[in-house]
């Protein structure tokens, strides 16, 4: 799947999100090995930011529905998690605002829950560098299958990421 592709639907389930419908919260990229969506409840509309607002700390009520996210995740069958968040919006969004989630936070979650877990944390608002796509083919040639791949609202680093992934696997 290209980048264009890739970002189109990630802006379609962003929007449906926000609308308040979350049937769809990932895309497939390269079928039942990789999938791409945005970290959990970017764009819920009791909890996220939306559309051109940074979204604030997760408060303690919103933990049910961070751990539902990441029901869903282990129920669909993901076995990994590759994260492009920078550690500063880890601990913005699941630290800061008392979620309480886990000691390590959100990744430490997905530990807890069995997910394998890659961080590679990429700068907001900036085209992830070769090296991190690098980074991240890596873990993805390294982790169990399916990989869920996120940043925060998956545009700007997880789409070019994914992009690069499928580039290189369906170049094989």
């Keep these: 799947m290209d980048l264009e592709n890739i970002r189109s639907g990630l802006e379609r389930i962003r929007?449906?999100?926000?609308?308040?419908?979350?049937?769809e919260i990932w895309?497939?990229?390269?079928?039942?090995?990789?999938?791409?969506?945005?970290?959990?409840?970017?764009?819920?509309?009791r909890f996220g930011g939306g559309p051109g607002r940074r979204p604030p700390p997760l408060p303690p009520e919103a933990r049910p529905f961070a751990e539902a996210?990441?029901?869903?995740v282990i129920q669909a069958g993901f076995r990994s998690v590759i994260s492009l968040l920078e550690v500063?919006?880890?601990e913005h969004h699941y630290v800061g605002g008392?979620?309480?989630?886990?000691?390590?936070?959100?990744l430490g979650y997905y530990r807890s829950r069995g997910l394998a877990v890659e961080s590679i944390p990429c700068?907001?608002?900036q085209p992830p560098t070769v090296s991190q796509k690098q980074q991240a083919l890596d873990a993805f040639h390294r982790l169990p299958k399916p990989v869920l791949l996120h940043c925060s609202a998956g545009i700007d680093r997880s789409s070019p990421v994914a992009a690069f992934l499928s580039e290189h696997e369906n170049s094989k």
């Design 15 to 23: 929007a449906q999100i926000y609308g308040g419908d979350e049937a």
């Design 88 to 90: 500063a919006q880890l």
């Design 98 to 106: 008392g979620l309480n989630l886990h000691p390590e936070g959100l």
């Design 69 to 72: 996210w990441v029901d869903r």
């Design 123 to 125: 700068t907001d608002y």
């Design 27 to 45: 895309i497939w990229v390269i079928p039942e090995r990789l999938a791409c969506a945005q970290r959990p409840l970017r764009d819920n509309p």
